[in-house]
């Protein structure tokens, strides 16, 4: 189409659609279920090319690809698989039967908000079925080597025993005493690296139900209900003339405690559901007033809008320090930083996004510090500490090449290693009956050493190995001998063999879809959808 896209097009064919799918994919009742059907189309058609959340742009250029894709290969799936879709994965309860409750509140109250029409919805789905078949056809024929796979599998089912002997940097950093001019020429060589932190300051809502209030409301009518079953009889009735005298044979038995009044699941979800629709309202009226009266349209809402000063990643509030829920492995403030203001005050305005099951956060940044290259002595101590460090970590490969190489000098001359490691100083470290899946205690990269002593001959040293993982603070050079390894045969690493083969096919025909769809967004030409 070379007549570009409307601000109203791009919004019901992907901005719209897009916030869908984001919210059927956090629907919490569902646990994981949305979310893994969802996201393999969301993230292969709406993630931004840098790889920075996801583009409303990408996903409008890529959804009208997927769109021609199925009509080229005859690709529609029908209403039945539709609904089948919606009633067993994306509105199932959790024993599989469908939750007509929550899909006919959805439609009636979630979709308007969205400006979805139920017709788009389904349309919506039906491309999500779609993307598999698709998938499966660009792929077809894709499959890895068996001869291949298996010999990966034979390599992770060996049981060995081995010597280990390593060499961390830390023992030979004391050596290191760069000189000033040294410290300066790293520092010139690497001066990206030394920069001040980015700084965010955002408005904000943080907020999760009101359970407390709910529960006093619910206690108060149960209370109301049991004075109505208790009230007095008519004063206007005969008393019992037998009831005036005592009865010996009384029953004596206490009344069953009543039971405690708490919330339901069904009430909390319902109550973290009323919330996302009013923070959806409040985003769509952030989006009306193009990102202006923040504060304004949150006390509308019922809402307290929270402010913060200019913060760095390590010194955000505490609040922002808790993983987020709708984005598996990260931080809120990670979310915060990643938030791009773009160039409009609505630019600036979030998702609205689940911290917990329970708690949702919407905020709009309201300036942003970019990181600037330090000054010499500004980054002076911290280019000494990595020059340092880099120093040590080239003396410690040195010094486990050296020991490498003459202990297969011994080795070849026909000595013992221990006897070899003990003449060079050396305290390997002895294992016997490592298998893949083997717990070692204060080791770290216990699968990697396991992989590398896989590969090594008995009776044979191994090449030096080099480990520098900040994230598990290891920095080392190590070497392994192997007294012995063999193949563990079972029937569970045979069918490991078969269930290798399958998910690597996947993986194959995922790789197939992403390359599809850049060749045909190559050959369309597409250029940015200009907004009119």
Known sequence: RDSGYTEQEQQRLATSPLRLLQDLSNMQSRGYRAYLAIMPYMSELAAAPDGNGMSPKQFLVNRLLLQKGMKEFGVYPSDADVEEFQSKTLFANPDGSFDKTSYDKYVERSLPRLGMSLKDMNQLLREVLAYRAVQDIVGAGLNASIETVREGVEDRQQQIDYQLVTFPASNYEADQEPSEEKIKEYWEENKGVYQSDAQRRISYVLISPDFDTLLEAKKKAAESAAAEDEAPADPDTPADDEGSEADDGADTTEEPAEPEVTLTAEERKDAVNELVERLNTLWNNL????????????????????????????????????????????????????????????????????VTKEELILFQVEE?????????????????????????????????????????????????????????????????????????????????????????????????????????????????????????????????????????????????????????????NVKEPALK
Do not use: C
């Open 287 to 354: 989006q009306t007033s193009e990102g202006e009266n923040f504060a304004k349209l949150a006390e509308d809402e019922g809402f307290e809008l929270k402010s913060t000063e200019l913060f760095t990643a390590d010194d955000a509030p505490a609040e922002f320090k808790r993983s987020m829920f709708d984005e598996p492995g990260k931080q809120v403030v990670d979310v915060i930083f990643a938030h791009d203001p773009g160039l409009t005050k609505f630019d600036a305005v979030s998702y609205v996004h689940f």
């Open 368 to 524: 942003t510090v970019e990181p600037r290259d330090l000054t010499f002595e500004e980054a002076r101590e911290d280019a000494k500490l990595d020059l340092v460090k880099k120093l040590a970590r080239e003396a410690m490969k040195q010094a486990a090449e050296d020991a490498r190489t003459k202990l297969a000098a011994g080795l070849e001359a026909g000595k013992a290693f221990k006897d070899v490691a003990t003449e060079l100083e050396l305290e390997p470290v002895e294992r016997k009956m490592v298998t893949s899946s083997t717990q070692l205690p204060g080791e770290p990269t216990a699968a990697e050493l396991f992989d590398h002593a896989s590969k090594v001959n008995p009776g044979k040293v191994s090449d030096v190995l080099t480990q520098n993982d900040p994230q598990r603070g290891v920095h080392r050079s190590l070497l392994v001998y192997v007294d012995k390894r063999e193949l563990v045969d079972s029937e569970a690493n045979r069918n490991m063999v078969d269930q290798r083969l399958n998910g690597t096919g996947a993986a194959f025909r995922r790789i197939a879809m992403t390359n599809w769809l850049n060749q045909q967004y190559a050959a369309a």
